[in-house]
């Protein structure tokens, strides 16, 4: 085997190894996180935990779940149960994401300043093709039933009996036009609910969320190398995305701050935390849009209207398709007003990271300042329509039991795209701007800026050589080393050799017949003698 077709195949096994580790990584820690949370939940009280985590999973890489239920009391089968969920547990998700860019990142950096094209190429395919594949198995696996005993959920529960309890949820009250006391003599009813995961429209949403994962990662990795048709982006692209990537993820560190100091004061803290480890991100990057005047559109009706914080249930609860802004949900709670002041400051911070991530170059202040805001507007109007996409609510339920209405709940909260790319361009471009120049009056204006970023120096000039040499170079002697020596490579030392003196120039030879020398000037020599 050549050296050539060696270093290929070690390339390969390299790509192969990376995208193994990057995704079974990826899928182990969102598995953990999901049955983590469902069980501080308490979910697996009610079902096996297995598929409810495959389907947890599921949902939160894109995929989408069919449930559907029936109801027997006294082995009659009379009642059925209906519920669509479109809602994606962004925490799950974004543990995942983070292990498989950060694998992902890390492996591309022993390329070298530049990486091929093809393999980029291929090293983000191998992924795209492995993450499908553990994907349909999970699919596969993320079916089960879920079955509610009567006595446990509170159906009869004697005279005190005057709530639905449901196991996660907790008492929901008494809806269904007095259900509980209707089944009160239903000793042994038992209400199973099936669910499972639909593989076709999973396939296609997880194919858009790892990919969208690998393009974020490029984007944000300044690190990474990139093809020498990209190279640009180290310079434009990248300081903007990876600091607004950071102060988002200081924003969700604090809402799990929050959600702790919040689980500690409450009666079910174990609850809080299921729901915070599950959800804590659809929270935080909900209130990011809002907080920056993104509009919304939401509706709520029946049992889960519980689901929501405060005041946005109160908000829900006046009608259908209400608009949600901050300015109707300060109506009900004045401290509404420190969202938008909290937005504001996480975007001048993503300013300052931009301006401290990007390179100067010797730019004037304003010059700089305004590149800085240009980019992050574009990043950040990107970022805002990717958040509002996330964020979405939808969910109807019904359940209905020998013909009674037991539940009717729904929620919906969608927001406005369009208004969310024009806002997010604006504030990127104000607060990047700001940011730049608050930089430059502290003097930290592309203090963090990574090589690959520098405009001046080509790859060879980080390759060993006499200013970087490798670690397996021997210590420089005086006695060998030019630069210590005299004449054009420095000053002349101790040790060092006049120079010798410059060499006549000689005059350029031409082709052809060249006239004699003129005589030389003076008497003429003495003749030679005959001898």
Wanted: aromatic share 4%.
């Amino acid at each position: 085997m050549t050296m050539t077709s060696g270093g290929r195949a070690g390339r390969g096994a390299d790509l192969v190894l990376t995208a193994v580790a990057g995704v079974s990584w990826a899928f182990l820690a969102m598995a953990g996180v999901a049955a983590a949370g469902l069980h501080l939940l308490g979910a697996d009280a009610a079902g096996s935990l297995g598929p409810m985590t495959a389907a947890v999973v599921v949902l939160a890489v894109g995929g989408s779940v069919t449930p559907s239920g029936s109801v027997e009391a006294f082995g009659l089968t009379g009642a059925g149960a209906h519920t669509t969920i479109d809602i994606a547990p962004l925490g799950v998700g974004l543990v995942g994401a983070l292990l498989l860019g950060w694998v992902t990142a890390r492996s591309l950096r022993a390329a070298g300043p530049v990486v091929p094209g093809l393999e980029l190429a291929a090293r983000a395919g191998a992924v795209v093709v492995l993450f499908l594949l553990v994907l349909g198995l999970l699919a596969w696996a993320g079916s089960s039933t879920v079955t509610f005993d009567g006595a446990a959920l509170g159906l009869g529960g004697g005279p005190g009996g005057t709530g639905l309890d449901i196991p996660g949820l907790g008492d929901i009250g008494n809806i269904g036009g007095g259900l509980p006391d209707r089944l009160a003599g239903l000793a042994d009813a038992k209400a199973s609910v099936g669910f499972s995961v639909r593989t076709g429209p999973s396939l296609l949403g997880g194919l858009a969320w790892v990919t969208g994962v690998l393009l974020v990662t490029l984007a944000g990795a300044r690190r990474a190398p990139l093809p020498p048709a990209l190279r640009a982006a180290h310079r434009t692209v990248r300081p903007a995305v990876s600091a607004l990537r950071t102060v988002l993820l200081l924003a969700v560190a604090a809402g799990l701050a929050a959600a702790v100091v919040a689980a500690a004061g409450d009666d079910h803290p174990r609850r809080v935390l299921g729901a915070a480890l599950l959800g804590a991100p659809n929270g935080v990057w909900l209130g990011v849009p809002l907080g920056l005047f993104v509009p919304f559109h939401g509706a709520a009706t029946g049992s889960l209207l519980q689901m929501l914080p405060h005041p946005l249930d109160d908000l829900l609860r006046a009608g259908t398709d209400l608009p949600v802004t901050v300015g109707r949900l300060a109506d009900l709670e004045s401290a509404v007003w420190l969202l938008p002041a909290g937005c504001v400051l996480l975007m001048l911070t993503a300013g300052v990271l931009t301006a401290v991530r990007t390179p100067r170059e010797d730019a004037r202040a304003g010059a700089y300042a305004v590149r800085c805001g240009l980019w992050l507007g574009a990043a950040t109007a990107v970022a805002l329509v990717l958040l509002v996409a996330a964020v979405r609510l939808r969910a109807d339920a019904g359940l209905s039991v020998l013909g009674i209405d037991a539940a009717g709940a729904g929620l919906q909260l969608t927001g406005d795209l369009p208004a969310a790319a024009g806002l997010g361009a604006a504030w990127g471009l104000g607060a990047g701007t700001a940011g730049a120049l608050l930089a430059c009056a502290a003097g930290a204006a592309g203090r963090r800026a990574v090589r690959h970023a520098a405009r001046a120096y080509p790859d060879a000039a980080y390759a060993p050589g006499p200013y970087n040499p490798s670690p397996g170079y021997r210590p420089a002697r005086e006695e060998t080393n030019p630069y210590l020596q005299g004449g054009a490579f420095g000053a002349p030392t101790q040790t060092a050799k006049a120079p010798p003196p410059p060499r006549p120039r000689r005059e350029p030879q031409r082709y052809g017949w060249q006239a004699p020398p003129p005589p030389p000037e003076g008497p003429p020599p003495p003749p030679r003698s005959g001898r």
